[in-house]
């Protein structure tokens, strides 16, 4: 280790130098300053010791050595106890003050090993400072912001964006950058996603409205970061311009608008003219067609046999001339049904085109195995000639044995995949591509007669709705088409409608009964279903999902203890179907002890209700999600989760146990604590607590409550938030001395709020 000894006085520095080299350190000595940068040019030091033994310690010597020796460990070793001096020394960048006489050979050492380690540590944490601040300049605007949303800092091209310089933001709010009709509403929005997310460091982004200091608007996109600190919050946020960005993205897509209305004109117009052209061919085929049969009346038979052979290759190729140009015609009528839905039963199609080939399946003794199809969001027509064409090609090419064709179909993700099998003669695999375009034969056209569009337009309309088909096959061993479709689109019912449709799972009769009295005294209109066990209830659901003119149920009441399947195996498989988990499903259970009722959550229902059910229990409860879902489908609630969903239900419910409630009020949304905070259930400890909650949305909701005690809504009266006291000067049921101190509020909307409310109690 390289070290430079530095002493006004060289003799002083013999002592010093030989205890160091006993310790393996490489000394290099000067009392000349003038020399130092020399020796550091040179030699590879690793930290310099500043003797002062025989002489008191100069302040003025250390700044003018510091000076020369910026960005190296310095460690001063002096005979001069204070300290005061020490102090002054490590504030002047000192790395250490070491006194002679008190620290021993051995201390020194280490000291100057630790003065060496700390300063490579501050070196590395002042260059990612340094490249930190070097890429926050250079990057986006980069705005940090403290727990209130005040700005802390800003740099250079957020002064730039914004065109405030850094002494003017400093501690103005975030809000600023924004347009006045968008602050409160957007920054509400923004603070509702990040107290909505977990964890130490939480991050949202999107686009907005911002405005400069010239009141200037453009579009921003942003990323801000939620990040703890301590006890409290920050936040930081990388804002950029996207102005040149929007611009050009509105271009591109009028140039894709343009673009995309050209092409659909140019198919427009290639469909018309394949239908115009398709039907003036027809027009001399049939002519043809005509004085062909007409000669052949006159002559056939008076002429040689050469003659009537050449006749009758007319007559056959004008019909079959005909048949191609139909062919023309059907492939390039299939239509693009993009923002059609349609709802289309497989099983029903191959009724009907069993119905349109019973000759030829009849003929051919052909063995049709149909299993059950499912619906599709297909157009019916297509669906027909779909079919029609694979059918009568897997019987057109069977060869010599009977047909036996089988049809079948199975969901992928979120797709129908189909299978139509035979045993016919088989594709060499050399042709499987090949089948699917126009005109394609693979055979003589005397063996085998046809245009050779039939797979062409199978394959067109499966296209159409974004699908593939393809073929898989042995020569010899029969052939299999597979073609994907989309699924047909349930409509799940809404938990509240016109008539509720309920789905009841319980095998108690008694308990069945206390159900069915209940729903008949709630008031409410209703259709409900009953099923003795879980087996039952889930072999009822498939058959309504598949089926195309029944509904899915609203709600399902589910009780948790029955033969066959109990609830919690049942509710697991309603929550792990994609269509069966929107149905909410309420538990039915004997207990609302604790642990039974977090089991319950853990299950992941919406709801559960303590048997015996009552009239008022279901009324409250089916009104509770009516309001949730009212809330959602007006935008006052944003959408949410399951887990969200089912905190929501409970949060509101007045019949909701005290246990879950004291719970909930600790969640992390904003939205859950303040119906807690509505909940005339909640205990007044819990609204108490609410009362202080950081969110006036929430405190507004203990203001709303009637339960809240007098001694809470005088507090309240007093919020610091004017929104909350706002809200409390225009509730009727406020208290009619707390009113009057409202209508003496300094605020203006606040004081006329109260006073208007004052007045229409009179």
């Known amino acids: 280790m390289n070290i430079l000894l530095i002493e006004e006085t060289p003799h002083s520095l013999l002592s010093t130098c030989s205890f160091l080299q006993s310790r393996g350190f490489s000394v290099h000595t000067t009392s000349d300053r003038e020399a130092i940068p020399g020796i550091l040019a040179l030699k590879k030091i690793e930290v310099i010791l500043l003797e002062f033994k025989n002489q008191s310690f100069d302040l003025e010597i250390f700044k003018s050595v510091r000076a020369i020796t910026q960005g190296y460990p310095l460690v001063i070793y002096s005979s001069q106890d204070a300290q005061e001096i020490s102090i ?110 977990e964890g130490d460091i939480a991050r949202v982004q999107g686009e907005v409205l911002a405005t400069n200091n010239a009141g200037f608007e453009f579009p921003i996109a942003y990323v801000i970061f939620k990040i703890k600190n301590d006890n409290d919050y920050m936040y930081c946020a990388f804002v950029n311009d996207i102005t040149e960005k929007r611009n050009a993205k509105e271009e591109l897509e009028h140039l894709v608008q343009e673009r995309t209305l050209k092409l659909t004109q140019s198919n427009e117009q290639l469909r018309q003219f394949a239908k115009i052209a398709s039907h003036d061919l027809q027009e001399p085929l049939r002519s043809m067609q005509g004085f062909v049969s007409l000669l052949s009346e006159n002559i056939k038979g008076k002429i040689d046999s050469e003659s009537d052979e050449y006749l009758d290759f007319i007559e056959k190729s004008s019909k079959r001339m005909q048949e191609l140009v139909r062919s023309i015609l059907q492939h390039s009528e299939i239509k693009t049904f993009s923002d059609e839905e349609f709802v289309t039963d497989c099983n029903s199609v191959l009724e009907e085109v069993v119905r349109n080939l019973k000759d030829t399946i009849k003929e051919t003794n052909t063995n049709l195995e149909i299993h059950p199809l499912p619906e599709v969001g297909v157009e019916r027509g297509q669906m027909v000639q779909l079919f029609q064409n694979l059918i009568s090609n897997a019987i057109k090419y ?16 979120d797709k129908w995949i189909f299978s139509v099998r035979d045993k016919s003669m088989g594709i060499d695999p050399s042709n499987y591509d090949k089948i699917f375009d126009m005109f394609a034969r693979l055979h003589s056209s005397v063996k085998y007669p046809g245009t050779g569009m039939g797979l062409a337009i199978c394959k067109k309309i499966v296209n159409s709705y974004e699908g593939s088909i393809w073929v898989e096959s042995k020569l010899g061993e029969g052939s299999i088409f597979f073609f994907t479709l989309p699924p047909a689109k349930i409509v799940i019912e809404k938990p509240i409608s016109n008539e509720i449709n309920i789905l009841l799972v319980e095998d108690s009769p008694a308990d069945v009964k206390l159900a069915k009295e209940a729903l008949r005294r709630s ?46 195996q049942v509710l697991n498989e ?18 609302d002890r604790p642990t039974d009722i977090d089991e319950a959550l853990r299950l992941k229902m919406n709801y559960y209700v303590p048997k015996p059910v009552t009239a008022k229990k279901i009324s409250t409860l089916i009104k509770s999600f009516h309001e949730l879902n009212m809330q959602s489908s007006l935008g006052l609630i944003s959408s949410c989760d399951e887990e969200t969903h089912i905190k929501l239900i409970m949060a509101g419910n007045p019949h909701t146990s005290e246990h879950i409630l004291k719970q909930l009020s600790d969640d992390i949304d904003e939205k859950i604590r303040s119906r807690i905070a509505e909940n005339v259930n909640t205990p007044q400890d819990v609204l108490e607590k609410l009362s202080l909650d950081l969110s006036s949305l929430v405190r507004l909701g203990v203001c709303d409550n009637p339960a809240s005690s007098i001694t809470l809504l005088e507090k309240l ?24 101190i409202l209508a003496d509020d300094e605020n203006t909307f606040v004081s006329s709020a109260a006073a208007k409310t004052l007045s229409s109690l009179e």
């Open 88 to 197: 002054e020394a490590i504030k002047h960048g000192a790395q250490d003050f070491v006194v002679s006489g008190i620290t021993g050979g051995d201390s020194l050492v280490r000291i100057l090993h630790y003065s060496i380690a700390r300063n490579d540590n501050e070196k590395g944490l002042r260059e990612s400072q340094d490249r930190l601040k070097a890429i926050l300049q250079n990057s986006d605007a980069f705005l940090s912001m403290d727990c209130n949303w005040n700005i802390t800092d800003w740099n250079s091209l957020a002064e730039k964006t914004f065109g405030w310089n850094i002494t003017e933001i400093q501690g103005k709010n975030f809000s600023l950058i924004l347009p006045p009709y968008l602050r409160r509403p957007y920054l509400k929005k923004i603070k509702e996603r990040l107290n909505s997310l």
């Open 398 to 413: 069977q060869g010599n044995e009977k047909p036996d064709i089988q049809i079948s179909a199975e969901r992928i993700i």
């Open 523 to 568: 008031g409410l209109k209703y259709q409900l279903t009953v099923a003795n066990d879980g087996l039952e209830a889930l072999t009822y659901l498939q058959r309504v999902k598949a089926s195309s003119n029944r509904s899915l149920p609203s709600i399902i009441l589910l009780d948790l203890n029955m033969p066959n399947m109990n609830g919690h």
């Open 574 to 591: 309603i929550k792990d179907d994609p269509i069966l988990k929107e149905i909410p499903v309420i538990l039915l259970t004997v207990s």
């Open 717 to 740: 009266a007093q919020d610091k938030s004017e929104d909350v006291r706002l809200g409390m000067s225009e509730n009727p049921n406020c208290p009619e001395s707390l009113l009057k």
